[in-house]
């Protein structure tokens, strides 16, 4: 049986630190999960005013969190808060009232930042939605990494340390998301 997991990247960058920890965190998945990347770049923000309307972004990205068995979301933090780009996705697939595809769905956050808190506050304040909209929250372990930059090399995870500390992350992450 094939374990679906919705990746999502809070920064837009093509070049974001938090993109190469999500693409390792992805690397370490256990034959049998499939990951597919939620795009967030083309949503529209969102509106109550849409919620009668179809809207294809709003619509896609709805469907590939609803048909995940579990979402991994991998942020940066931008003035001690969650990105604007992840906060719109929340709300949009939060909506409309009623449609809600959180509810019950298993969601891990790892944030990583080139500052000393590693993200905690964008972490913190995406546990903090999620779990209002009744998303089931891996809270053990948790990844705010810190100094996330220095870790990296050409975009890629090269700190022997951090690729553990990931590692045991995403061995928790996978072993909790196909349970």
């Known amino acids: 049986m094939t ?8 920064s837009l960058s093509k070049q974001s630190i938090n993109r190469a920890v999500a693409e ?12 597919e990347e939620v795009q967030i ?14 809207v294809p972004a709003y619509d896609r990205v ?5 048909a995940a068995d579990a979402v991994l979301i991998v942020s940066p933090e931008h003035n001690r808060a969650m990105p604007a780009a992840l906060k719109n996705l929340i709300d949009i697939a939060s909506r409309p009232f009623g449609q809600n595809v ?28 999620l779990q209002m909209l009744g998303a089931e929250v891996l809270i053990n372990p948790e990844v705010f990494l810190s100094r996330a930059n220095a870790a990296l ?4 995870v090269t700190d022997e340390r951090t690729a553990q500390f ?9 072993a909790w998301a196909t349970a």
Do not use: C
Request: glycine share 12%.
């Open 166 to 174: 990931l590692n045991k992350f995403a061995a928790a992450f996978y």
């Open 41 to 54: 770049g083309d949503l529209p923000l969102y509106t109550q005013d849409l919620d009668t309307e179809s």
């Open 153 to 156: 090399e050409n975009g890629k």
């Open 3 to 10: 374990t679906r997991i919705a990746l999502i990247i809070g």
């Open 62 to 66: 709805r469907a590939q969190i609803k």
């Open 102 to 129: 959180w509810s019950g769905k298993k969601v891990a956050i790892a944030t990583a930042s080139p500052g000393s808190y590693g993200g905690i506050h964008a972490g913190l304040q995406i546990r903090q939605s």
């Open 24 to 35: 390792h965190i992805a690397a370490q998945a256990p034959a049998g999960v499939e990951i």
